[in-house]
């Protein structure tokens, strides 16, 4: 394990162990139930899941670590890496595509200085993200607002027939 793997464990806040012990006791009759409520709250927190997460996880739910690992590692949403502080996640899937998606991410990739040619390999593996860490550009598959293609989610908000030209003002609300 790393030093900054073992970093997250040890930067647990008293604030952050009472929000895990409280999703815990949502599942009195299976804890195994709370592993992915507990994954979001530790990656919301400290912005990725290192190994020590995914062991301190494991304990408190009383599995093993690789119970943990294949969520972690079967949902692309999960990173082992961190990523920028905004993340610009543009739907691929059909009718984004048709409508100019992969376009759209190439805008993106180019107003935050991010080569778009460049992608994300593997499972957990951090997105691009620009020189000053304040940015990721990913892929990701469909969003659920079809009708409104195309479409990123940039962090938790929803942005809706995203025009080329739109993009630069897009980038500039999160700067
Ligand atoms: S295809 Fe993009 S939101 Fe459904």
């Known amino acids: 394990m790393t030093e900054t793997m073992t970093c997250q464990a040890d930067a647990i806040t008293p604030e952050l162990l009472a929000e895990a012990d409280e999703l815990v006791s949502h599942y009195p009759v299976s804890k195994r139930s709370a592993s992915l409520p507990l994954l979001h709250l530790w990656q919301n927190h400290f912005g990725f899941i290192d190994d020590s997460g995914v062991e301190w996880i494991a304990a408190k739910l009383e599995l093993t670590p690789v119970n943990i690992l294949e969520v972690v590692t079967f949902y692309p949403w999960f990173r082992r890496e961190r990523a920028g502080k905004t993340i610009i996640r543009v739907c691929r899937t059909l009718a984004c595509a048709m409508a100019g998606s992969y376009e759209v991410r190439e805008k993106f990739c180019q107003s935050v200085g991010i080569d778009p040619h460049c992608h994300s390999h593997g499972f957990g593996e951090a997105p691009p993200t620009s020189s000053d860490?304040?940015?990721?550009?990913e892929f990701v598959e469909?969003?659920?607002?079809?009708?409104?293609?195309?479409v990123a989610l940039i962090n938790d908000e929803l942005v809706e027939n995203i025009a080329l030209s739109d993009v630069p003002a897009i980038v500039d609300q999160y700067k």
Do not use: E, I
């Open 133 to 137: 860490g304040n940015f990721s550009v």
């Open 142 to 150: 469909c969003l659920a607002s079809c009708g409104s293609a195309p």
